[in-house]
C-alpha cells in the first residue's frame, strides 16, 4: 500500500504562489500515477493535476493550466504541486492522490481510479 503526506498549505492573498507537497511511504513513487484533487465546502472534489510517472506525461483541469505546475522527485518519494497567480476560487482542501495500475486517459480525471488518498491540506486565498 501507499502512504501519502500533504503539507505547504496555508492562507495567501490572490496572485500569490504556494507550493504543495506530496510525500509517498511504502511504495515507490515512479511506480504510479500521481495526482492532485481539491474539495471546497459544499462541493465536490475535483480534479486538479497529474502526472504519470513513465513518461513524465502531465494532465491539468482547464481551471488551473497555465498557472498549477505537478512534479516529481523519485528520489524523495515526493510529488509537488506549484500553484501561481492563486484566485479566491482556488480556495479548497487540497488532496494527493495515487493510482496503483495503468489508467487511460479519462481515467486521470476521474477520483474514483486512484486507490490511495492523503488526508488533505487546506488552501486559502483571500481577495
Known amino acids: 500500500q501507499v502512504q501519502l503526506v500533504e503539507s505547504g498549505g496555508g492562507l495567501v492573498q490572490a496572485g500569490d504562489s504556494l507550493r504543495l507537497s506530496c510525500a509517498a511511504s511504502?511504495?515507490?513513487?515512479?511506480?504510479?500515477?500521481m495526482g492532485w484533487f481539491r474539495q471546497a465546502p459544499g462541493k465536490e472534489r475535483e480534479f486538479v493535476a497529474a502526472v504519470r510517472w513513465s513518461a513524465g506525461t502531465t494532465y491539468y483541469a482547464d481551471s488551473v493550466k497555465g498557472r498549477f505546475t505537478i512534479s516529481g522527485d523519485n528520489a524523495k518519494n515526493t510529488v509537488y504541486l506549484q500553484m501561481n497567480s492563486l484566485e479566491p476560487e482556488d480556495t479548497a482542501v487540497y488532496y494527493c492522490?495515487?493510482?496503483?495500475?495503468?489508467?487511460?486517459?479519462?481515467?486521470?480525471?476521474?477520483?474514483?481510479?486512484?486507490?490511495?488518498w492523503g488526508l488533505g491540506t487546506q488552501v486559502t486565498v483571500s481577495s
Open positions: 511504502g511504495r515507490t513513487v515512479s511506480s504510479y500515477a
Open positions: 492522490a495515487a493510482a496503483l495500475r495503468f489508467l487511460i486517459l479519462r481515467q486521470y480525471y476521474n477520483r474514483t481510479s486512484y486507490d490511495a
